[in-house]
């Protein structure tokens, strides 16, 4: 069992910029690629950045060169952050944090409980 902590979210104006932070405990040894995704209001869930556990990250076209995710694999936890910078109204989101662990052939995915981000004049 993972369990994944998200926090950071809140409110910023037109052009502003927050830091999401994600901490995974439990069975962290087992977990490879963590995310971050995103639910805009009255839409679907979209990936917002990936990042393996080598520390290779992509990015939705939308965000790229905005938003910079990053990954601590410390010895007790693992904590996945997003940089959002010049975030504008359509940033505006509940983002969630995701992690997938496998144990030979069994594949789980685990998620956080959404932080809520917008971004309001």
């Known amino acids: 069992q993972v369990r994944l902590v998200e926090s950071g979210g809140g409110s910023v104006q037109p052009g502003g910029s927050l830091r999401l932070d994600c901490a995974a405990s439990g069975k962290i040894n087992n977990i490879y690629n963590m995310a971050w995704y995103r639910q805009p209001p009255g839409n679907q869930r979209e990936l917002v950045a990936d990042?393996?556990?080598?520390?290779?990250?992509?990015?939705a076209d939308a965000v790229r060169g905005r938003f910079t995710i990053t990954r601590d694999n410390a010895k007790n936890t693992v904590t996945v952050s997003l940089q959002n910078n010049s975030l504008q109204p359509e940033n505006t989101a509940v983002y969630s944090c995701?992690?997938?662990?496998?144990?030979?052939?069994?594949?789980?995915?685990?998620w956080g409980q959404g932080t809520q981000v917008t971004v309001s004049s």
């Open positions: 990042i393996t556990r080598g520390g290779s990250a992509k990015y």
């Open positions: 995701y992690c997938l662990t496998r144990v030979l052939d069994e594949r789980l995915d685990y």
